[in-house]
């Protein structure tokens, strides 16, 4: 593995690491406004359904959660895998299996399918 492609994956998982410590803030802190103001599962599907902004947060969200976890098992399987192929592409499969398992999650909240 070359140097920059190390620092690269370095450089894009902090760089996620920060953007989830904000979204991870702000969905905390809806959560707690939510459950202290009462509100049942219900109400807050009621709230999400058709909400292209909460589709785009979750969205967004996802995709960081998927960017970072990927970088870190690539990174795991490195070291642990015989060949650096092989930690490349499991790596890329959890990508898009969070992907897929997120969105669709996403999706079922804000548009109810």
Do not use: C
Not at 30 to 41: D, E, K, N, P, Y
Not at 43 to 68: N, P, Q
Not at 103 to 108: F, G, H, I, P, Q
């Amino acid at each position: 593995m070359s140097a920059a492609r190390a620092a690269r994956r370095w450089y894009w998982q902090r760089l996620s690491a920060m953007a989830l410590a904000l979204f991870v803030l702000v969905h905390l802190a809806v959560v707690m406004l939510a459950v202290r103001g009462g509100l049942s599962a219900a109400e807050i599907l009621g709230r999400t359904r058709g909400s292209l902004a909460w589709m785009a947060f979750y969205g967004v969200f996802v995709a960081l959660v998927a960017l970072h976890a990927a970088i870190g098992l690539r990174n795991v399987l490195d070291e642990w895998t015989p060949t650096r192929r092989l930690a490349g592409v499991l790596g890329g499969v959890a990508a898009l299996l969070l992907l897929a398992l997120g969105w669709r999650a996403v999706a079922a909240v804000t548009w109810g399918g």
